[in-house]
């Protein structure tokens, strides 16, 4: 295949206060609008978070950034984005900050952006706790469900792992599978509503 650019997208990372993306694989896209979106920290503050989109439409000049804001309290970070159609938004997977050898706190959340000034987004659904992992979650092409892999064994080398379904417009889980081997024996990747 071949690469064609679109348009440019610039993070300057030498200027401290630009806003920039927070990590290489939280990005999702708006088939409908053609936005790429993204997990970033606003203002080049690593302690602020929120989620970005840009135009993934052709063009010639760099477009500007739109950011929506999170408010949440800082006892939490995220760790996986998606966007869904069926929300017109992005769902947000968080999870408590901790020692990173426990259990933390874990909660998909919903970034309206028809709602640009609400940054205390909506919890979709209360999950269970989980060790704090990255890119854990996956959207069904609907946009209706959300499958979510959850570290949630206590052997910190090879723990147990969840997969759960959440049905993000009923605003419940659906479906919650504890795999029968822990990462010694098998690993789960990813899971892909089907």
């Known amino acids: 295949g071949e690469i064609i650019p679109l348009r440019p997208f610039v993070v300057n990372l030498d200027n401290r206060t630009a806003t920039t993306p927070m990590d290489a694989g939280m990005a999702s896209y708006d ?11 606003p203002n080049g503050d690593p302690n602020q978070e929120a989620v970005c ?34 929300l017109k938004g992005v769902v ?15 909660k998909l959340l919903f970034a309206d952006p028809s709602k640009p000034d609400q940054k205390d ?30 570290e949630v064994g206590t052997d910190p080398l090879y723990p147990a792992e969840d997969v759960i379904m959440v049905d993000v ?11 029968q081997h822990t990462e010694k024996d098998i690993s789960v990747l990813n899971a892909f509503s089907c």
């Open 121 to 150: 987004w909506a919890t979709i659904v209360n999950l269970p706790q989980s060790v704090g992992s990255l890119h854990q979650g996956t959207m069904s092409p609907s946009g209706r469900y959300y499958s979510v892999v959850l």
């Open 169 to 179: 417009v009923a605003k419940k889980i659906i479906k919650h599978v504890h795999a």
């Open 92 to 106: 947000v997977l968080a999870q408590s900050y901790g020692d990173m050898k426990s259990q933390q706190a874990t």
């Open 53 to 86: 989109s840009y135009p993934a439409s052709k063009a010639e000049k760099a477009a500007t950034i739109k950011v929506f804001s999170w408010s949440y309290d800082k006892s939490y970070t995220m760790t996986s984005i998606d966007y869904s159609k069926a």
């Open 31 to 41: 088939a409908s609008t053609k936005d790429f979106w993204f997990a970033c920290n």
